[in-house]
């Protein structure tokens, strides 16, 4: 069965960090996009970031340019999403995704992805 395991979130002050993990379990990543995505209360949910099977691509959405940094270990089968700098618009529950296909490129798009964690929540007070 496969599943991917969010973790890492919690209550920060704003301008504070946090750093969300993502343990992949039941068949290996390591050739697979994966990103980063969340959910505010009463919003849909949207794209945060993605890195191809490498690490070598990432794109981001603008609000968190330059404050978040997605990262991945292929070999513990784990992605990493850095926030820094966070403020009260950034709460909300993460979440991570993995594409199916082998060697895919990175996508933005929530449709791309196959398989999904069940989300860590990620609270910034001001």
């Known amino acids: 069965q496969v599943q991917l395991v969010e973790s890492g979130g919690g209550l920060v002050q704003a301008g504070g960090s946090l750093r969300l993990s993502c343990v992949a379990s039941?068949?290996?990543?390591?050739?697979?996009?994966m990103g980063w995505f969340r959910q505010a209360p009463g919003k849909e949910r949207e794209f945060v970031a993605t890195?191809?099977?490498?690490?070598?691509?990432?794109y981001y959405t603008d609000s968190v340019k330059g404050r978040f940094t997605i990262s991945r270990d292929n070999a513990e089968n784990t992605l990493y999403l850095q926030m820094t700098s966070l403020n009260p618009e950034d709460t909300a529950v993460y979440y991570c995704?993995?594409?199916?296909?082998?060697?895919?490129?990175?996508?933005?798009?929530?449709?791309?992805?196959?398989?999904w964690g069940q989300g860590t929540q990620v609270t910034v007070s001001s």
């Open positions: 995704a993995a594409r199916k296909a082998t060697y895919g490129g990175i996508n933005y798009s929530q449709g791309a992805y196959f398989y």
């Open positions: 039941g068949r290996t990543f390591s050739g697979s996009a």
């Open positions: 890195i191809n099977w490498n690490g070598d691509i990432t």
